[in-house]
């Protein structure tokens, strides 16, 4: 298992896209995972620790957790199946350890709001992880399958905006 933590939640500026990119602690790699919108703000309000006037479905999922005198052991990047990745959050409860099915997001989104570490299978971060390269050169196909849609999101960012200021 490797150990990450979140490093930024990347967004698009004409479509409903976003991508939650996990770094590697250890080195300089990252895992980009697509999550929808409602999920990268749910994992941003739990980073930022914004006090919400009502609790969000995470915070509900921390407090029955809480209440119920377990803890959030770790959450865990698992699986990687048909361009879909899978994620458990292991839950420790009177000394058993319990492992829960669950959306990448859903689980890093609980994980930020829990203190939780979170991890990545090594069989996963092979297949799916980026390590960036200043020369582009000599990529192999595969990686540049890997960078394309980062280059399909970079590419539909409007910067113009940016150079007048």
């Known amino acids: 298992m490797i150990r990450v933590t979140v490093d930024s939640?990347?967004?698009?500026?004409i479509s409903n896209h976003r991508v939650v990119v996990l770094k590697d602690e250890n080195t300089e790699r990252y895992l980009p995972i697509w999550i929808g919108p409602f999920e990268a703000d749910a994992i941003t309000i739990g980073m930022q620790s914004l006090e919400m006037s009502r609790p969000l479905t995470h915070?509900?999922?921390?407090?029955?957790i809480d209440g119920v005198e377990a803890s959030v052991s770790h959450i865990l990047v698992n699986?990687?199946?048909d361009d879909t990745f899978y994620a458990q959050i292991v839950i420790e409860f009177n000394g058993q350890?319990?492992?829960i099915d669950s959306r990448?997001?859903?689980a890093i989104a609980l994980a930020v709001r829990a203190k939780a570490p979170i991890y990545v299978a090594e069989s996963v971060m092979e297949r799916a992880g980026i390590v960036p390269s200043e020369d582009r050169e000599g990529l192999t196909a595969e990686e540049e399958?890997?960078?394309?849609?980062?280059?399909?999101?970079?590419?539909?960012?409007?910067l113009d905006d940016l150079s007048e200021g």
């Open 9 to 13: 939640i990347k967004v698009s500026l």
């Open 59 to 64: 915070d509900l999922l921390k407090s029955l």
């Open 79 to 81: 699986d990687l199946r």
């Open 97 to 99: 350890r319990i492992e």
């Open 104 to 106: 990448p997001s859903d």
């Open 145 to 158: 399958e890997k960078l394309a849609p980062f280059r399909d999101f970079v590419d539909s960012l409007d």
